[in-house]
Each structure stands twice: as structure tokens, then as C-alpha cells.
DNA sequence: TTTACATATTCCTATATAGGAATCTATAGT
DNA sequence: ACTATAGATTCCTATATAGGAATATGTAAA
């Protein structure tokens, strides 16, 4: 079996670091895809595909505008992965508290 | 060019449902490849090439015990997924908060 | 040193990209 | 009715899987 699909699930869609930076870059405003190419650096092609997968998956929200179409984030969207993240933190904190415990027995035993 | 390789970054590892169970799985405690096996009901060589990708981006650590090998979830590496879905945080309360204000007028011309 | 057990690696295949080029569609202006 | 502009879609290709089967490696026990 291959990879799952990019839009298959929001873990896939942010995957691609491009695709991320236009999360980033949607997230306070909304934009026109010629607005998101001209940040991006970024043939329009790519970044309307680009969209296309992030539409799929909810995370950016459309609306036209003329002939412009001024897409922005769905920061909602992201809170599976926010939650799932955050499910470490007790984690991480053990960790460095087990760092910081060997640091101060080291300092222990100097003296 | 094709996807960006699924060792390439935490975010592309984490892509993968199945890697996600195990670093859940192996986020309290060490266990060893047979347990993940059981656990998963997946096959051996799967979870050891989804341990491989989880190995090269710095998710789990491994020791050997005997003749098993005991993985651990590394959750300090999962920060920079934690760091970034938090950024955005301010804008799904935005997002909540106009939700909100709308209900809220909703009522009042009820009245 | 055989034998058994625990993992890792290799080989194979169907599938899904990401990006570039070309083209299609829809809307606005003249 | 044309023409120009903004985006979306299609076609093409190189590449990287994920999973199954078979095999290799490494350690422990008899």
C-alpha cells in the first residue's frame, strides 16, 4: 500500500512544509491566491493545489470576491492536532525534571 | 517530485496514523518490538520500519535488553508540532468568540 | 555449536504525490 | 461579443512510500 492520501486527514495535509507556511500566512487574514504566490515564491499551479488539499481537509475556508478568491485559515481545524500534541507535555516535563535531577547531583557531588 | 520523504521531519513522520499509536503507546513507558506487535496488531516488520522513521527523526530512543530491543517515546521532539498548532490558539478563540457574539444577538432580537 | 527467539532488512508492487507546462473556466471591463 | 485577468484543472514524470513475504542478523539457552 502507499502513503495515504495528503487529504486524507489534516496530520497528511500539514505534512508538506508549504502547505503549512500558507496556514501561517492565511491564519490572521484572508488572502487572494495571487496574494499567497507572490509570498510564497510559489507557481500558482502548486499553490492552488496546494489549497485544494487544505480545502479538503477544512483547515482554509473560500469565498469569492469578484474573480479573486480570498481563501483563510480555519484555525478550528487544527485543534485534533493541537490536543494530540499536547497529550506529551506531562511527558516532557518528566524528562527535563529527570535532566534538572542530574544536573543538581552532579553540583552534589563537586562539593 | 513526490512527497517529501516520511523521515525527512517530525511532521512528516507523525503523518502516519500507526506511528502516532506507537509514540501513545510508548509515551508512559519502554516497551519492547513484541509488545508494540501485540498491541498493534500489525505486522513485525511493519513496526520495525515505523520504528526506524520514528528512530531518524529523533521521536524514540531504543536500548537493547538482552535479545529485545525496549523503545521509549522521546516527547520532548514532539515540541515543535505543540509550538506550532499553539500559534495559532488565538485565532480559533477569534473564531469561538464570533460564534459567540452572534448567538448572543440572536437572542436579543428574539426579545 | 546447534537451536530457538527477537528484530531488522531486503525485495516486490500498487499507489499517491509535488512540481512544471499547458489548458480550461469564470468573472470583469470595454 | 471580445479581451484580459484570476484561479482551477489536467497531463506528465520522478520519487517515496506501506505492507506482505522472505531472509538476514544478533543474542541467549541447551
Known amino acids: 500500500m502507499a502513503r495515504a492520501a495528503t487529504s486524507s486527514d ?3 495535509a500539514v505534512a508538506e512544509e508549504q502547505r503549512r507556511t500558507i496556514l501561517d500566512f492565511l491564519a490572521a487574514d484572508e488572502r487572494s ?4 504566490v507572490e509570498a510564497l515564491e510559489c ?7 496546494h489549497l485544494k488539499v487544505l480545502r479538503d481537509v477544512g483547515l482554509v475556508r473560500v469565498r469569492r ?3 479573486r478568491m480570498l ?8 485543534k485534533p492536532l493541537h490536543h494530540w500534541a499536547r497529550t506529551f507535555e506531562q511527558y516532557w516535563h518528566q524528562q527535563l525534571d ?11 557531588k563537586k562539593k
Open 33 to 36: 491566491v495571487g496574494e499567497i
Open 98 to 108: 529527570r535532566v534538572k535531577e542530574r544536573a543538581e547531583r552532579k553540583e552534589e
Open 43 to 49: 507557481a500558482q499551479p502548486s499553490v492552488s493545489k
Open 71 to 78: 481563501y483563510r485559515t480555519n484555525a478550528v481545524a487544527l
Open 65 to 67: 470576491d469578484g474573480r
Open 10 to 12: 489534516i496530520f497528511n
